[in-house]
């Protein structure tokens, strides 16, 4: 009895402690657009060629056009300075493809719940960016548009959770 007690006692010390850790972000990267400045932004999430073919993510066209515009924002990121109205048109861009997405009869999309929440949160964050483009500084427009990334990346995550569990 009293070894079972043991076992029982040390792993809740395990699971306390392991549930403790603080984890940060692997993929940040440090963008140097001012030597007074250390900006971070993430880069964005890239499907796998092989899951993209067994879940038929590429037959998804509007998430096609979402991904490919995100990746021209993630881009224009790293040339912020000299790219300032380019900025506002993949903003336009990014809210007409995020809108788009939501009448799509992709089966993965129209079947998951979880998968629709998240590109909401996606839309919302691209339709306040923008709203606010024009009023934000520099460090405070690099930010929010780091956090269209963030949650493009949680969708995306999302999507290849779902579709894993669909696919086994």
């Given at each position: 009895m009293i070894k079972i007690l043991n076992k029982k006692f040390l792993f809740t010390i395990v699971i306390f402690s392991s549930c403790?850790?603080?984890?940060?972000?692997?993929?940040?990267?440090?963008?140097?657009?001012?030597?007074?400045?250390?900006?971070?932004?993430?880069?964005t999430f890239v499907f796998d060629e092989i899951f993209i073919d067994e879940s038929s993510l590429d037959e998804w066209t509007e998430f096609?056009?979402?991904?490919?515009?995100?990746?021209?924002l993630s881009n224009s990121i790293q040339e912020y300075d000299s790219v300032i109205k380019f900025n506002q048109d993949v903003l336009?861009?990014?809210?007409?493809?995020?809108?788009?997405?939501?009448?799509?009869?992709?089966?993965?999309?129209?079947?998951n719940p979880e998968i629709k929440g998240r590109l909401k949160l996606l839309n919302i964050q691209i339709q306040k960016t923008k709203y606010n483009f024009n009023r934000l500084d520099k460090?405070?427009?690099?930010?929010?548009?780091?956090?269209?990334?963030?949650?493009?990346?949680?969708?995306?995550?999302?999507?290849?959770?779902?579709?894993n569990d669909t696919i086994n």
């Open positions: 403790n850790q603080n984890i940060e972000p692997v993929n940040e990267i440090p963008i140097q657009n001012n030597p007074t400045e250390n900006l971070e932004t993430q880069s096609k056009l979402l991904k490919s515009d995100i990746l021209d336009n861009q990014l809210s007409n493809s995020s809108t788009e997405i939501f009448s799509s009869d992709f089966e993965l999309y129209n079947e460090s405070e427009a690099l930010n929010e548009l780091n956090k269209i990334i963030i949650y493009y990346n949680y969708s995306a995550n999302m999507i290849v959770s779902k579709a």
